[in-house]
């Protein structure tokens, strides 16, 4: 469904997505990056646990949200991919600040 189009002149960085290692696109958003890994869902909605992908792409949905570098409701689709960061699928409203797994 969501294919990168390949272009040897753009830098890969490497993150971690839901525990695994990849190598994506610099400069791509969280979202695009989810979305080329086959993602089926970026976060699950609190009360039906229903899951959702991006949609809108620009900010204004919140269908995107996930748990970003350990901070839960991030937009994937308005943050940029940056080395090293980790990037988890997130559960309902996400683990409050501070929690650990």
């Known amino acids: 469904m969501f294919k990168q189009l390949s272009n040897s002149t753009v830098e890969t ?3 971690t997505l839901n525990g695994q290692k990849i190598h994506v696109s610099q400069g ?9 890994q ?8 609190p009360i039906s646990n ?15 949200l996930m748990v ?3 901070k ?6 308005v943050t940029y991919i940056k080395k090293g960061m980790q990037i988890e699928t997130q559960q309902g ?9």
């Open 13 to 15: 960085v490497e993150v």
């Open 28 to 36: 791509m958003t969280v979202a695009a990056a989810a979305l080329t």
């Open 38 to 45: 086959g993602l089926h869902f970026t976060r699950t909605t």
């Open 50 to 64: 229903s899951k959702r992908l991006p949609f809108c792409m620009m900010g204004v949905c919140y269908d995107c």
């Open 68 to 70: 970003i570098d350990g």
């Open 72 to 77: 839960a409701n991030q937009r994937a689709c």
């Open 93 to 101: 409203v996400g683990p409050s600040l501070g929690e650990t797994e």
